[in-house]
């Protein structure tokens, strides 16, 4: 029971990098260096904690995307 627990967990992490990873290729940042893509998820983290309207700016950007998609 545990081992399928466990086994499901890992499924679900590993589906979730993927789509993270399909984040990052979708936002057209596929051959940006790693360090430059950790570096603005850094910055952005700190800039969504300080600034709600920002937040809400960049989610309407992210929901344009995903609805060009049909997604």
Do not use: H, P
Request: hydrophobic content about 40%.
């Amino acid at each position: 029971m545990q081992r399928t627990m466990t086994m499901q967990a890992r499924k679900k992490d590993t589906r979730d990098k993927i789509e993270l990873g399909g984040l990052i290729v979708k936002a057209g940042l596929r051959y940006e260096k790693r360090a430059l893509l950790l570096g603005a998820l850094i910055e952005l983290n700190r800039r969504l904690t300080l600034d709600e309207s920002e937040r809400t700016r960049l989610t309407a950007i992210g929901a344009e995307a995903f609805g060009n998609d049909g997604e």
